[in-house]
């Protein structure tokens, strides 16, 4: 959700009330709560014709600002307890409100990343693998930037290479951070790391750090670092790529072998490939695929992953951007 969207979802939710906010709020994930939460507390005067266009229902006439709740802080603190309970708001609030740090890997999610790379600095990298696996991909990465290259390559390794969290590692994390998990010695072995984990966190290290880190893991294990390449941009990921990118791609690959690669793919992916294209090559592409024949998976597979070469020379010349990399303008 972008900010504008943020702040309309702000804004109707601070209308409809406590109670039925509260219901909104409990389908929401965590990091939703959070941004949305944050959004709220912000928010303490609205335009009215900007209520207008989110509600549809306020009017008014005498005054250019409306006051949707008195105390904003107070309205927040009681529809996340609503939704949450006393617990998990308290986390929350502590977060949005105060900004004041609180312990445990739960509330590691709303902590600084720069704040979490300082506790962890003097952890064995094993550990810090283990807390990090269970943050978000954007989060984690940030909390690596504010690493030495050293630690930051050796725990991408160890999450690489990280297969599940047994209830005796998560003891560990119970001493190094005071709280962990409510039931953890209950837990059940989680998959949490291995390659796709790791290319989730690189892709948004930014290029410079992906490619150290990844040439660090590849002097280890070799298979393990391609595994990880093959990971960060699947053919699937094509539809994300902006026009400009599509086009360029068009240029670098014969229609043959992007005729059987789509084979494979979703409709969704195709019409991004024929809007991007003449009316005329469009067509013919329609055309040829639907004459084309089954195709054996190995061979669509081979072709997705010969493109998928294309994308990434190219993002490496600087021609395109892959994915989203915070504020670090960089490629993969």
């Not at 977060?95 to 790379?117: C, F, H, N, Y």
């Not at 599940?164 to 001493?175: R, W």
Request: net charge negative.
């Amino acid at each position: 959700m972008d900010d504008a969207g943020l702040e309309h979802a702000a804004i109707l939710l601070m209308a409809v009330g406590e109670e039925e906010a509260a219901e909104v709020f409990k389908y929401l994930s965590p990091k939703e709560v959070q941004r949305l939460g944050e959004t709220m507390a912000r928010l303490r005067t609205v335009p009215r014709e900007k209520i207008d266009d989110v509600i549809g229902r306020f009017h008014s006439t005498k005054e250019n600002q409306y006051s949707l709740v008195r105390d904003t802080d107070a309205f927040v603190s009681q529809v996340l307890k609503r939704a949450l309970g006393e617990e998990k708001a308290g986390m929350l609030l502590d977060r949005i409100l105060q900004g004041r740090d609180v312990s445990g890997i739960e509330s590691l999610k709303w902590m600084d990343p720069g704040t979490i790379a300082e506790l962890l600095k003097n952890e064995h990298p094993q550990i810090v693998a283990s807390i990090l696996v269970h943050l978000e991909r954007d989060h984690a990465s940030e909390v690596l930037k504010s690493m030495t290259e050293r630690m930051r390559n050796d725990v991408l390794l160890r999450i690489a290479t990280l297969d599940g969290i047994q209830p005796q590692a998560l003891q560990e994390l119970n001493e190094v951070l005071s709280k962990i998990l409510a039931g953890s010695e209950k837990l059940k072995k989680a998959t949490l790391g291995g390659a796709k984990a790791t290319a989730e966190i690189l892709n948004f290290l930014g290029n410079t750090l992906e490619t150290a880190a990844v040439e660090s893991i590849r002097e280890h294990d070799a298979d393990l670092a391609q595994k990880i390449l093959d990971q960060m941009f699947t053919f699937d990921n094509l539809n994300e790529l902006d026009d400009r990118a599509i086009q360029l791609l068009l240029r670098e690959i014969q229609s043959e072998s992007l005729i059987v690669a789509l084979k494979g793919s979703d409709q969704a992916l195709r019409d991004k490939i024929f809007k991007n294209m003449s009316g005329r090559a469009a067509e013919t592409l329609r055309e040829d695929l639907e004459a084309k024949g089954p195709v054996r998976i190995s061979e669509v597979e081979a072709e997705q992953r010969e493109i998928l070469k294309v994308v990434r020379r190219l993002a490496d010349e600087g021609q395109i951007q892959v994915g989203a990399k915070g504020g670090d303008d960089a490629f993969i």
